[in-house]
């Protein structure tokens, strides 16, 4: 009697065991709601994984993310004024031909520096290459040593105790020295850096120094300095003038990162994005390369852009460092296809649209085709214009452009063309709902039926406050590619936006900060995604309350299961895998669960994710239970 309570007991704490490994403790064990059925036997639905690429774009507030330059407008050309253009100087407000309104800080409003001391001027002039350049000029308020203090304001940098960064700009000088450090703040003026002094004359000079920062700093600004240099009466022979330093194309970049030439991006950088193994490598961003008033978009072109500063609409300085040549570089060393996004000659609709004229396009186009002499190279022709305009002007580069190296900008749906095989690029609004088949156009069956796939490179997410129904960032954009993967058939390919910020508000995969990239969890999530996913992608029956995607690879050994529950409630479900080729006998389990408690009221506290992996040894042939916690991601790796 005594052995078989022992049994018992036994049994009962194995299989209390089994539950808690599976995803739910013996006390709080439920009811499976329903079953996730892997069907072994089932046809696969494509034979090629969901493409998942990114876009290369400046990024968000601030400074060009993709130029090695750490400092926004240090050339001090922020903005060059635009022909045809009403300004509004109060406001600082730009009025473009057709009637749209836009921050647009011009030269002497200095955008980005803040003056501590001293005379501090924008003039305009030749400098040392350029007819026609902006040059900041900093000099003392009269003849003692008070030196004139300017520090930068935007994109703080994060700096870490060794670290060694090269500070470059073109000098003219008399009576007076530049003097560089780094500063923890932007009013109590504490180095975090040592000081690089710079003594030039009046004649135009590159100069180059280092600085070597002292001690950490989460936040650090550049600040200059003019200290006047003075002279001896004897040696002067009338009294002292004031001294002065004028400074352009002001350089502030990591020694570190950048120590080999060949690389088009920071070192880091290139690593973090070789961790997304993306399909594809998209530059620039659609609204970029659109422009929001004419002049205001990048000319793809090989090497460095041959126009001045341009601010775009996210508040940005483009300084043009990024081009073709080096998204081609970074496509090769990621084994990622090129895609340049080209402007249509139609600005982005969202600043009512303006039409450039047509004799423009077959200039264009003709440069185009020579770029297209690469069979990798896609050429995305605008982004979000689908008006007859531009089907009408679209014909105009395919006239020129190899097809297969052509992708529209919106659906080809004109039954009187031939071009509708093309496939698009489309421009969705920021998505508010986990579900993607409601968001593609009605017409996607049509477009499937004539092989016109469709392209979501930019993939941008509501506030996750203001959704009608809360999800988490997280939650939103798991679900996205998990209901991505499912529709694989319809879609060329996909991208989450954005890659690069330096606001982690804008739930960016990667957040800037100076010289230092962050991966976020969502880049955390996105990489494992793309690491554990098979060549095949699989029918899998959905559910209402969590979003379901399968894959295999090619001989069926691994089955990858993933799903994301979109509830504030813990779900169950039994998983069965059927079918003459089930040999599954193990299974991985990598789980992102909130840190936050399910109870809160403070959603911000959702934005944190723990990952945590186990794995289970046991007989599946009669299934096993998976519990979803509330607004929990898990990616299955099933094996033999």
């Known amino acids: 009697m005594t052995r078989s309570r022992g049994k018992i007991l036994f049994s009962s704490l194995l299989f209390c065991a089994i539950l808690f490994v599976t995803g739910g403790g013996c006390q709080s064990h439920r009811p499976p ?6 069907d072994t036997d089932l046809p696969v639905i494509s034979e090629e994984p969901l493409a998942l690429g990114i876009t290369l774009d400046i990024g968000c507030g601030g400074r060009d993310l993709l130029s090695p330059n750490l400092i926004p407008n240090a050339a001090f050309e922020l903005a060059p004024p635009l022909t045809h253009c009403g300004y509004d100087p109060k406001t600082s407000t730009l009025i473009t031909p057709n009637g749209y309104k836009t921050f647009y800080p011009t030269p002497n409003s200095l955008y980005g520096w803040g003056a501590i001391s001293g005379e501090v001027s924008v003039g305009e002039g030749r400098t040392f290459y350029k007819e026609s350049s902006h040059y900041l000029t900093l000099r003392p308020k009269d003849t003692d040593s008070i030196p004139c203090r300017i520090v930068s304001t935007l994109d703080p940098l994060e700096v870490k105790h ?4 090269r500070l470059s700009c073109f000098l003219s000088s008399d009576l007076a ?8 703040d932007t009013t109590s003026m504490n180095p975090v850096s040592s000081v690089a002094t710079i003594r030039g004359n009046v004649y135009w000079s590159r100069q180059e ?3 070597e920062v002292t001690s950490d700093a989460d936040t650090a600004y550049l600040m200059l300095e003019s200290k006047p240099l003075m002279r001896s009466a004897e040696e002067s022979g009338f009294p002292q003038p004031r001294g002065y330093v004028s400074i352009d194309e002001l350089w502030l970049t990591s020694i570190a990162d950048h120590s080999d030439p060949e690389v088009p991006l920071p070192n880091h950088l290139i690593k973090l994005l070789r961790g997304l193994s993306p399909a594809f490598v998209r530059f620039p961003g659609g609204r970029t390369a659109n422009g929001y008033y004419p002049g205001s978009y990048p000319i793809p072109h ?17 300084t043009g460092n990024f081009g073709l040549s080096k998204l081609i570089k970074v496509s090769d060393l990621l084994n990622a296809r090129p895609m340049v996004v080209a402007n249509a000659g139609i600005t982005d609709p969202t600043a009512f649209p303006r039409y450039e004229d047509p004799a423009e396009i077959e200039r264009r186009a003709q440069y185009l085709s020579r770029l297209a002499i690469n069979p990798k190279l896609l050429i995305q022709i605008g982004y979000g214009l689908s008006s007859a305009e531009y089907r009408r002007r679209f014909r105009l580069y395919a006239t020129t452009i190899a097809q297969d190296n052509l992708v529209a900008a919106g659906p080809l749906t004109d039954p009187a063309t031939h071009f509708s095989d093309f496939a698009f690029d489309l421009d ?3 998505i508010s709902t986990p579900r993607l088949l409601p968001l593609l156009p009605d017409a996607n069956r049509r477009l499937q039926t004539r ?18 129904v809360f999800l988490p960032p997280l939650v939103q954009r798991a679900a996205f590619l998990i209901e991505s993967e499912r529709n694989t058939p319809l879609l060329e390919g996909v991208g989450i936006a954005p890659l690069l910020s330096s606001n982690p508000l804008d739930y960016p995969l990667i957040v800037v900060r100076g010289a230092q990239y962050h991966p976020t969890t969502i880049y955390d999530f996105v990489s494992l995604f793309q690491a554990t996913r098979g060549d095949q992608v699989h029918e899998i029956e959905g559910h209402d309350d969590i979003c379901l995607s399968l894959t295999s690879d090619r001989d069926r050994k691994h089955y990858y299961l993933r799903g994301v529950n979109l509830t504030r409630h813990p779900l169950t479900y039994r998983v069965r895998v059927t ?44 299934g096993f239970d998976l519990t979803l916690d509330p607004y929990e991601v898990v990616l299955l790796d099933l094996s033999e």
């Open 33 to 38: 709601l329903g079953e996730i059925v892997i």
């Open 162 to 165: 060794g670290e060694r960064y």
């Open 177 to 184: 020295e530049l003097r560089a450090t780094l500063v923890r």
């Open 209 to 211: 120094v280092e600085l």
């Open 302 to 318: 090989y090497g460095r852009q041959d126009t001045l500063s341009l601010w775009t609409i996210n508040g940005t300085e483009y």
């Open 428 to 430: 969705l609004s920021d």
């Open 451 to 468: 092989k016109q796939k469709m392209m979501i490179g930019e993939a941008t997410f509501a506030d996750p406050q203001l959704l009608p």
């Open 579 to 622: 079918g003459k080729r089930q040999k599954v006998s193990k299974v991985r389990i990598t789980r992102f669960a909130p840190s936050a408690s399910t109870t809160t009221s403070d959603l911000s506290k959702y934005n944190n994710y723990v990952r945590t992996s186990e794995e289970l040894s046991l007989p599946l042939k009669k």
